[in-house]
């Protein structure tokens, strides 16, 4: 199994990026997938997650009204769309696969938010 995230990039505040996690080797339709952010010097913290379908999607308070995570089961990918950024957003951020007692982590990609 892999994951693969891309999109990350140095950008000022306000602007915006949207990362991508690709994923291989598991039935990407059949997991739950999750976006998760690490600071320096801090845990990691859930961002955003959506079901298998895509139906249903949830944001951690930090993201509401400007992250938007997808999903894309014919290509396998799963997005986060990130708007209005702020030097706070500053991580390296993660995208996770569950289903039951599975779970996958992708090696993350770095978003820095700074003028």
């Known amino acids: 199994v892999q994951l693969v995230e891309s999109g990350g990039g140095l950008v000022q505040p306000g602007g915006s990026l949207r990362l991508s996690c690709g994923a291989s080797g598991l039935t990407f339709s059949s997991y739950f997938m999750r976006w998760y952010r690490q600071a320096p010097g801090k845990e990691r913290e859930l961002v955003a997650s959506i079901t298998s379908t895509g139906r249903s999607t949830d944001y951690a308070d930090s993201g509401k009204g400007r992250f938007t995570i997808s999903r894309d089961n014919a290509k396998n990918t799963v997005y986060l769309q990130m708007n209005r950024l702020k030097p706070e957003d500053t991580a390296i951020y993660y995208c996770?696969?569950?289903?039951?007692?599975?779970?996958?982590w992708g090696q993350g990609t770095q978003v820095t938010v700074s003028s």
């Open positions: 996770g696969a569950f289903l039951g007692s599975r779970n996958y």
